[in-house]
Each structure stands twice: as C-alpha cells, then as structure tokens.
Nanobody, 120 residues
C-alpha cells in the first residue's frame, strides 16, 4: 500500500515536499513514480526513481524544479517541488512499478493522492 502526503496551498514560487510512504511490501524492489492530475485533465506522469541505481527521470515541465529521492530504510520516496507555478496545481499520486515508465498502466500499485494548490 502507498500513501502520498505533504500537499497543501502554496504561493507561486514557493516549495513543497511530498512524501510517499509504503507499507506491506518491500519498497527496495520497486521503482516509484509520481503522477499528477489537474481538474478536467488526464493523469500525467511527473517523475520516477528506479529501484536499483536511483536513476531519476522527469517530465520536461518540472525539470530543474522538482527532485525525486528515496530512503528505503524509512520506506519513503520524496518529491521536492521548488519554484512552484499555477500550472503545478493538481492532485499528486505516487505509484510503484518494476521499471520506470511514463504510462499509467505500467504501474501496479497506487496510493491515494495529495492535493497541491499553487495560488496567490
């Protein structure tokens, strides 16, 4: 089971750190991705971190602003979001897969989302 947390209301230019907690399975074995879904839009892949070598990938729109990391000992994956923009407003989800990819069907386990609102 996965649970995302850390969302909230933040002003443009601000920062938030999202956390994804795993329970009931060994986080080390899985790559973890972050997705987001804005109102009226499809779910969008944001980032992924591999299980083996901590290789990371990002969608172009967040490159240089977001950083994904993991702490397997704590069974946590983080998404540090800096320089937030209005268009980052969405519900953010974490999900687990065997190998990083950008497609929703590639991910086997999903957590409940956490809402991020970027507004002045």
């Amino acid at each position: 089971q996965l649970q995302a947390s850390g969302g909230g209301l933040v002003q443009p230019g601000g920062s938030l750190r999202l956390s994804c907690a795993a329970s009931g399975f060994t986080l080390d074995y899985y790559a973890i991705g972050w997705f987001r879904q804005a109102p009226g839009k499809e779910r969008e892949w944001v980032s992924c971190i591999s299980s083996s070598d901590d290789n990371t990938n990002y969608v172009d729109s967040v490159m240089g602003r977001f950083t994904i990391s993991r702490d397997n000992a704590k069974k946590l994956v983080y998404l540090q979001m800096n320089s937030l923009k209005h268009e980052d407003t969405a519900v953010y989800y974490c999900a687990a897969t065997w190998k990083c990819g950008t497609g929703v069907p590639q991910y086997d386990y999903w957590g409940q989302g956490t809402k991020v609102t970027v507004s002045s």
